[in-house]
């Protein structure tokens, strides 16, 4: 479907003529439309925050499959959750209690629409990584910004969407270090770590969930097109 099949499907007649002026500024058209559909789930999206991709859907669908063969009931903290798309897809497809922080007021604001137009109830902090959270947990799961800032990005994607959320220091690696440093403090004795990575950033962040957890069997997995994509730590 292209995008303009896409506006033409999903906004109203009267909204259309806006629309496709805004597609022919470059606008994402999910930011046009106002929402995406995530893994069978409608989420709410706009400028303040990532536009959810299937690499992303497919995070989740992993750490779901980990999650039933590894835990009964799980307790989840989801760092960096944007729009709540992972959090909110957990805490529908497992029995699971979950808690997701960001350090955007505005973003949270947009997880807590898309939790409570999901109907599922998860907790929302808002955070600068660990510094407001409490407590400890099965599982910690983050997408966290990951592009290194001298990568070149598609112009719908360096114009429009949020910076914040998509450039890191320490070409892209610097949320993966400030994560598995603390992670041990918020980690119930049996857990898992799972991240969305760069697809350049396996072998360095192998290399680094090794040096915070030596003892963890520590998994590389590839994304449909086959690159490196996820990052699993299990502590069993």
Same mark, same amino acid.
């Given at each position: 479907m292209?995008d &303009?099949?896409?506006?033409? /499907?999903?906004?109203?007649?009267?909204?259309?003529?806006? *629309?496709?002026? #805004?597609?022919?500024? *470059?606008?994402?058209?999910q930011?046009?439309?106002?929402?995406v559909?995530?893994? *069978?789930?409608?989420f709410?999206?706009? &400028?303040?925050?990532? =536009?959810?991709?299937?690499?992303?859907?497919?995070?989740?669908?992993?750490?779901?499959?980990?999650?039933?063969?590894?835990?009964? /009931?799980?307790?989840?903290?989801? =760092?960096?959750?944007?729009?709540?798309?992972? @959090?909110?897809?957990?805490?529908k497809?497992?029995?699971?209690?979950?808690?997701?922080?960001? +350090?955007?007021?505005? @973003?949270?604001?947009?997880?807590?629409?898309?939790?409570?137009?999901?109907?599922?109830?998860?907790?929302?902090?808002?955070?600068? #990584?660990?510094?407001?959270?409490?407590?400890?947990?099965?599982?910690?799961?983050?997408?966290?910004?990951? +592009? @290194?800032?001298?990568?070149?990005l598609?112009a719908?994607?360096?114009?429009?969407?949020?910076?914040?959320?998509?450039?890191?220091?320490?070409?892209?690696?610097?949320?993966?270090?400030?994560?598995?440093k603390?992670?041990?403090?918020?980690?119930?004795?049996?857990?898992? #770590?799972?991240f969305?990575? *760069?697809?350049?950033?396996?072998?360095?962040?192998?290399?680094?969930?090794?040096?915070?957890?030596?003892?963890?069997? +520590?998994?590389?997995?590839?994304?449909f097109?086959?690159?490196? &994509?996820?990052?699993? =730590?299990?502590?069993?």
């Amino acid at each position: 479907m292209t995008d &303009r099949e896409y506006l033409e /499907k999903y906004l109203p007649k009267e909204k259309l003529e806006k *629309g496709l002026f #805004l597609l022919k500024k *470059g606008i994402p058209v999910q930011y046009i439309v106002g929402d995406v559909d995530f893994y *069978g789930y409608t989420f709410k999206v706009n &400028r303040n925050v990532l =536009i959810p991709r299937f690499e992303t859907e497919l995070l989740v669908s992993k750490t779901v499959d980990y999650i039933k063969k590894y835990f009964d /009931k799980v307790n989840i903290l989801d =760092i960096g959750t944007g729009s709540g798309v992972i @959090a909110v897809t957990l805490a529908k497809k497992l029995n699971a209690k979950v808690t997701a922080s960001d +350090i955007s007021k505005k @973003a949270l604001e947009i997880a807590v629409y898309n939790a409570k137009i999901n109907e599922v109830d998860v907790k929302f902090i808002e955070s600068d #990584l660990f510094k407001n959270i409490k407590g400890t947990f099965d599982v910690i799961v983050s997408n966290p910004p990951y +592009i @290194a800032y001298d990568e070149v990005l598609p112009a719908k994607v360096k114009n429009y969407e949020p910076h914040s959320a998509l450039y890191a220091p320490c070409n892209g690696l610097y949320f993966y270090e400030e994560i598995l440093k603390e992670a041990s403090k918020y980690l119930n004795k049996k857990n898992m #770590l799972a991240f969305e990575i *760069g697809e350049t950033e396996g072998e360095a962040l192998k290399k680094m969930a090794k040096k915070y957890f030596p003892d963890a069997v +520590i998994k590389v997995e590839k994304d449909f097109p086959g690159k490196d &994509r996820y990052l699993f =730590i299990f502590n069993f």
